[in-house]
C-alpha cells in the first residue's frame, strides 16, 4: 500500500516564515474582533498599532536571511511582551513560528 505524504513545513523553503505569517494575521484578525467588539468608537484605536505584527512577520518572507528571522523573531518577542495585558497573548502562536524560522530555516 503506498501512503501519499503532504510535505513538511521543514522541507518548505521558508515554511516555518509562511507559516510565521499565517498565525499572524490569525492573530491580528481576532486581535481586531476584541477591539472592535469592545470599543464603542473604532476611530479611537491606533489602527497602525494593531497590524504592525503582519508587517513583523512578512519581513523573512520578503527578505528571507537569517538576520531578518532573527529580528523579527526579536521584534515579536517584543509584542507579545508588551501587548500581553490586552492583544497580544494572542500572537504567540505567531512568535513561536517566528522563533522556529530562525533556528530551522538556513540562508
Excluded at 509562511?18 to 494575521?25: F, H, N
Excluded at 512577520?57 to 495585558?85: D, I, N, Q, S
Amino acid at each position: 500500500m503506498v501512503v501519499a505524504r503532504l510535505p513538511a513545513a521543514r522541507s518548505m523553503p521558508g515554511g516555518w516564515s509562511i507559516a510565521a505569517l499565517l498565525l499572524a494575521g490569525a492573530g491580528v484578525v481576532a486581535s481586531t474582533w476584541l477591539v472592535v467588539a469592545t470599543d464603542s468608537d473604532p476611530s479611537h484605536v491606533l489602527w497602525p498599532l494593531v497590524v504592525a505584527p503582519i508587517a513583523i512577520a512578512l519581513a523573512p518572507v520578503l527578505l528571507p536571511r537569517t538576520g531578518v528571522r532573527l529580528g523579527a523573531a526579536v521584534a515579536m518577542a517584543a509584542w507579545c511582551v508588551l501587548g500581553g495585558f490586552s492583544i497580544g497573548l494572542l500572537l504567540v502562536p505567531a512568535l513561536v513560528a517566528q522563533l522556529g524560522a530562525a533556528v530551522r530555516e538556513e540562508g
